[in-house]
């Protein structure tokens, strides 16, 4: 069965509410962060929710799934446009896996070195 998205949205925000009263400072320092990146709004928010979705599908993130779709759509996000940051967010988990399949192969490279 598929997830409540809007439940579960309305579950995140309300943990992320009681973090809040429980350790304000963390919340509010992550609200600031949130903040400086839309100062120059040089990318607009629509454009930063798709990066958010893109970067949350590549942390898996359900949470930040729930909060950011509905975020895009609202910014006036399509169906499309949000398949097409997921197709970059796809790409370059591919591509950041076989970059880091090179470690592996220098990893193998030394270990035989020592072992022979």
């Not at 893109?54 to 399509?78: E, L």
Request: aromatic fraction near 4%; hydrophobic fraction near 50%; proline fraction near 1%.
């Amino acid at each position: 069965m598929m997830l409540d998205w809007e439940a579960y949205r309305r579950e995140v925000l309300a943990g992320v509410g009681e973090i809040a009263h429980l350790s304000p400072d963390t919340v509010r320092g992550y609200a600031a962060l949130g903040a400086a990146g839309q100062k120059a709004d040089l990318l607009g928010a629509k454009v930063r929710e798709l990066i958010a979705l893109a970067v949350a599908v590549t942390v898996r993130c359900d949470g930040c799934i729930a909060v950011h779709v509905n975020a895009a759509i609202r910014h006036g996000a399509t169906r499309e446009e949000i398949a097409e940051a997921l197709g970059v967010a796809t790409a370059i988990n591919a591509g950041a896996a076989l970059v880091f399949s090179t470690r592996v192969m220098d990893a193998y490279s030394a270990n035989e070195k020592t072992t022979t």
